[in-house]
């Protein structure tokens, strides 16, 4: 059985921006575990959970479920700029989740206006 919300394009996307994320932080010192590291990896996560959460409900709590998965869109950005800051990321890197979270972001928005 497959669910509704798996076929999502956003969806994928979502599942593995939070994979790369996950895989990124394991490089992490330490010393960031319980700050930026465990933030960064739950608001990554935060983003497939809210679709998939919300893709069982009406579509208009699907709609707030959306807005909620933008906003740890969001809140993605400025933790990928401090971590770039602190020489945690490349530059490469940096330009890579930040293009990545962009296109959520506006999948994100897309399907919300869709419903």
Same mark, same amino acid.
């Given at each position: ?34 700050? $930026? /590291?465990? &933030?960064?990896?739950? =608001? ?6 809210? +679709? #998939? ?35 945690? $990321? /490349?530059? &490469?890197?940096?330009? =890579? ?6 296109? +959520? #972001? ?10």
């Amino acid at each position: 059985m497959e669910f509704r919300f798996e076929s999502l394009r956003v969806y994928q996307e979502a599942l593995e921006f939070a994979h790369t994320v996950y895989s990124i932080t394991k490089k992490w010192p330490s010393s960031y575990r319980f700050s $930026l /590291t465990n &933030q960064f990896q739950r =608001a990554a996560l935060s983003i497939s959970l809210n +679709i #998939a959460e919300g893709s069982g409900k009406t579509k208009k709590d699907f709609q707030h479920f959306l807005s909620i998965a933008r906003g740890s869109c969001y809140e993605c950005i400025p933790i990928i700029q401090l971590a770039y800051k602190e020489n945690l $990321l /490349t530059h &490469q890197e940096y330009d =890579a989740l930040r293009e990545t979270i962009v296109s +959520i #972001a506006k999948m994100l928005t897309a399907l919300r206006a869709k419903i």
